[in-house]
């Protein structure tokens, strides 16, 4: 049973310090998605890739906010220096695009908690 | 502008009727996708259904049915025969974009409670 894996599922840590999250897509997708979910905000994509290459980080801060994918089994999101309203539930999501992309499967996520 | 808008915040539904979810999209694409998802209390993501806007009949998988009609902009999700494990969060997704882009945007969410 194929599924995207996520690391840590839950994270607390201090004002100021790093956090790396990291997802192992399905086996075989080739789009993966970065999403962050709140009460306020709702989910609001972060980046995502297609075959490793970063097509879209718009929804990113730049200043504090970055996605790679180091190779096809792993995408890491990271936050340096991580701020209280970072906060929030981060997903990760894969998809095969054959034509058009018609699957998204989501990770559990990691649920971030900065103090 | 919010380009996908689920109109109902909270639902209720009998158990074993069925329910109907709104959504409606904006887009000047001719070529995009709609998805729903559902995001019960145990916060996990799950994939419903796929719609897509060539696609000529409306997609079905299971209970879910997405009732597409691409003049009104509208992709409301169909449940049919409702169940006390049905009521999680709805969320109505969009793809758009040049074909060679795979933006998946969500709208808000519709709460849905299934009553015994």
């Known amino acids: 049973d194929a599924r995207v894996t996520q690391t840590p599922r839950h994270k607390v840590t201090e004002m100021g310090q790093e956090v790396t999250m990291r997802c192992q897509p399905i086996?075989?997708?080739?789009?993966v998605f970065w999403y962050r979910q709140t009460m306020m905000q709702g989910l609001e994509l972060l980046a995502y890739?297609?075959?490793?290459?970063?097509?879209?980080d718009s929804g990113m801060p730049k200043d504090r906010f970055s996605a790679e994918m180091p190779d096809a089994t792993l995408a890491t999101l990271k936050i340096q220096p991580s701020e209280p309203r970072d906060s929030a539930v981060y997903f990760c999501?894969?998809?095969?695009?054959?034509?058009?992309?018609?699957?998204?499967?989501f990770g559990p996520g990691t649920r971030l908690l900065v103090l | 502008a919010q380009k996908i808008t689920q109109t109902q915040p909270g639902m209720f539904v009998q158990e074993k009727e069925a329910v109907t979810l709104d959504c409606t999209y904006d887009?000047?694409?001719?070529?995009?996708?709609l998805f729903w998802y559902k995001q019960p209390s145990s916060g996990e993501m799950i994939f419903l259904i796929y719609q897509g806007s060539y696609d000529e009949q409306n997609a079905t998988e299971g209970r879910y049915s997405l009732n597409f009609q691409k003049a009104r902009k509208s992709a409301n999700l169909v449940i049919s025969a409702s169940q006390l494990g049905d009521s999680a969060m709805y969320f109505c997704a969009m793809r758009e974009g040049q074909t060679s882009y795979d933006k998946v945007i969500f709208g808000p969410g519709t709460s849905l409670s299934v009553i015994p």
């Open positions: 890739f297609r075959n490793r290459a970063p097509l879209d």
């Open positions: 887009t000047s694409d001719q070529s995009y996708g």
């Open positions: 999501a894969s998809g095969l695009r054959q034509g058009a992309l018609k699957t998204q499967y």
């Open positions: 086996l075989g997708h080739n789009t």
